[in-house]
């Protein structure tokens, strides 16, 4: 089996700043690309940013320049750096990996974290 445990959200301020982590642990093979998605009331789960095993990145047209995607291969960790938050960012964030795990090395399969919440005050 594979687990992404994410670290706990929180009330930030707006134009504050907050970092969320996600680690994956389990079975895991290799990790392909890693992401960060959010979900806020009443909306759809939208993607924030992808990065690459090789460290490519994508953001969402919003977050560019505000938050930065990292990831360290040798901990099979996600980060997600954000700053100048502001109260459109107030979402569920949810991280997402592609994984191949031990019993089937060939095959990716996309795997979930259980999600945290974020709140930006105004």
């Known amino acids: 089996q594979v687990q992404l445990v994410e670290s706990r959200g929180g009330l930030v301020q707006a134009g504050g700043s907050l970092r969320l982590s996600c680690a994956a642990s389990g079975m895991i093979f290799s990790i392909d690309i890693m992401g960060w998605y959010r979900q806020a009331p009443g909306k759809e789960r939208e993607l924030v940013a992808t990065?690459?095993?090789?460290?490519?990145?994508n953001y969402e047209d919003s977050v560019q320049g505000r938050f930065t995607i990292s990831r360290d291969n040798t901990k099979n960790t996600v980060y997600l750096q954000m700053n100048s938050l502001n109260s459109e960012d107030t979402a569920v964030y949810y991280c997402n990996a592609k994984i191949s795990t031990l019993e089937a090395p060939l095959r990716l399969a996309h795997y979930w974290g259980q999600g945290t919440q974020v709140t930006v005050s105004s």
């Open positions: 990065i690459t095993r090789g460290g490519n990145t």
